[in-house]
């Protein structure tokens, strides 16, 4: 795997401009997907989640796109803000007789954003 | 209402020692699972339990190992430390499938 705050692809964008956060999947057999993010010395932070019958889904300036055909995840963020840095991870889940737990986690994505 | 709660939130440890983690979910949580995240292989996961049952567990030695409490509170513990235990360890709970996970601010091991 790639290093959490060392050697991670990063994204820079001024701010107010939109972002957009890419991740590759790896198992065909999941069906839920969530975006975290991570700010430095704390745990991940949900965003917001899909379900694999989904290909869109909004929140409050956050939407997440999905594409099963090519096992692409995408989490777009309008009007990025400078509160808005951080390092973003994908995760993946199988459902597994309901459990939730196992989460895959993507590499991560740092997005740096310029006041 | 409280968060997710770990302690201790850092540890220094020498090889061969034994370490013990514990975590306090959210009020009402009963899922509980818990991940080693690391500069080399991100975020991985240990393993998940329910109602005091592990239902799930990652790929990680049998050092690792883990158990939840009737209060959904859960600990693991590491045997025979290797310095490549050294990480950050991460605890998560939830209602369970299709509900936000959350996670705790973890616990800082370090292995001398």
Known sequence: ?115 | KAGVTQTPRYLIKTRGQQVTLSCSPISGHRSVSWYQQTPGQGLQFLFEYFSETQRNKGNFPGRFSGRQFSNSRSEMNVSTLELGDSALYLCASSLGRYNEQFFGPGTRLTVL
């Not at chain 1, 929140?59 to 096992?71: A, E, I, M, W, Y």
């Open chain 1, 1 to 115: 795997g790639e290093s959490v705050g060392l050697h991670l692809p990063t994204l820079s964008v001024q701010e107010g401009d939109n972002s957009i956060i890419n991740c590759a999947y790896s198992n065909s057999a999941s069906d839920y997907f969530i975006w975290y993010k991570q700010e430095s010395g704390k745990g991940p932070q949900f965003i917001i989640d899909i379900r694999s019958n989904m290909d869109k889904r909004q929140g409050q300036r956050v939407t997440v796109l999905l594409n099963k055909t090519v096992k692409h995840l995408s989490l777009q963020i309008a009007a990025t803000q400078p509160g808005d840095s951080a390092v973003y991870f994908c995760a993946e889940n199988v459902d597994y007789g309901g459990s939730q737990g196992n989460l895959i986690f993507g590499k991560g994505t740092k997005l740096s954003v310029k006041p």
